[in-house]
C-alpha cells in the first residue's frame, strides 16, 4: 500500500458516513467501525509496529487512528439513536471526526516524509 492510498482509503470514510446519514439502514455498525484494526490502514499498522514502531511519528498515527475510529463510531451511534445529526456538525471542520482524520492524514505524511519511501508494505 502506497502513502497516497492509505491517504484515499482512509478518507473514504468521510463518503461512508455521509451516506449513512442520508441513509440510515444499519448497515454500519458502531462497535465494528470503533474497531481500529479492522480497516486496511488498522491492519497496516498492527502488521508494520515492529518496522516503523519506534517512529514518533507513528506513535501519532496508531493514536489518531483509534481517535478516528471512535469518532466515526460516535457519528453512527448518534445516528442510530435516532437523534438528528446533520451533516456539518457530525462530519465538518469543527467535528471531533474531522479533526480526528485531518490527524490521521497529517501523521501518514510525516511518516512518508521521514521514511522517504513511497511505499508502506514491502510484501
Known amino acids: ?17 455521509r451516506s449513512y446519514l442520508a ?10 467501525v470503533e474497531r481500529s484494526d479492522k480497516c486496511d490502514l488498522g491492519k497496516w499498522i498492527v502488521e508494520e509496529t515492529t518496522r516503523y514502531g ?15 475510529h471512535k469518532a466515526a463510531a460516535g457519528v453512527i451511534r448518534h ?4 437523534q438528528n445529526v446533520t451533516e456539518e456538525v457530525a462530519l ?6 474531522s479533526s480526528a482524520s485531518s490527524s490521521v492524514v497529517s501523521a501518514i ?4 516524509a521521514k521514511a522517504g519511501k513511497q511505499v508502506l508494505v514491502t510484501k
Open 1 to 17: 500500500m502506497d502513502f497516497d492510498h492509505a491517504i484515499a482509503a482512509h478518507s473514504s470514510w468521510k463518503q461512508k458516513l
Open 109 to 112: 505524511m510525516a511518516i512518508k
Open 54 to 68: 519506534k517512529m514518533p511519528e507513528f506513535q501519532t498515527l496508531r493514536s489518531a487512528h483509534e481517535r478516528f
Open 79 to 82: 445516528v442510530d439513536s435516532g
Open 92 to 97: 465538518g471542520g469543527k467535528s471531533e471526526f
Open 23 to 32: 441513509k440510515p439502514d444499519h448497515s454500519l455498525k458502531a462497535a465494528d
